[in-house]
């Protein structure tokens, strides 16, 4: 009986391995695809601002993306000596994303980059799917909203 119940004690063991090597391995594809997905949209997004660096009437003449400090990264900035424009990309953009985004990433990026001290911020948000809620708390908030049009 003990025989018995040790081999099926170790069949399960074995089984639960098995399983947790499968959970894992979804879990490195999931968040290679979701990786994936924002880069895509970093890519998109970067890639207009490189075309027309304009926003607002304002022209720039740097882009820089995924600009990094050891406690913040930034999707996408551009400068022109006297502006600096902080943009967060996402593939949807939820609520709670514009919140930490206006909360916390906004008003830390001086700290983060002095050299940027004397420049005026201006703000956006860029999104394949921005819910309309989203764009209208982004719009009251002051910021500019960038989608896919096409």
Not at 69 to 97: P, Q
């Amino acid at each position: 009986m003990f025989k018995e119940t040790d081999k099926k004690f170790q069949e399960t063991a074995k089984q639960l391995q098995e399983t947790k090597t499968l959970i894992n391995d979804i879990g490195r594809k999931y968040g290679g695809l979701s990786n994936n997905i924002g880069e895509a949209g970093e890519e998109f997004f970067f890639r207009g601002f490189e075309n027309n660096p304009v926003i607002g009437k304002i022209r720039f003449d740097k882009i820089v993306r995924n600009m990094k400090t050891d406690d913040a990264e930034y999707d996408i900035v551009l400068t022109n000596g006297n502006y600096v424009s902080v943009n967060e990309v996402k593939h949807k953009f939820h609520t709670e994303s514009l919140a930490k985004f206006i909360s916390k990433k906004i008003p830390a990026f001086r700290k983060e980059f002095p050299k940027f001290k004397n420049c005026k911020i201006i703000a956006g948000i860029a999104g394949f799917v921005i819910p309309e809620k989203v764009k209208v708390k982004a719009n009251r908030a002051g910021l500019y909203v960038f989608t896919q049009s096409g």
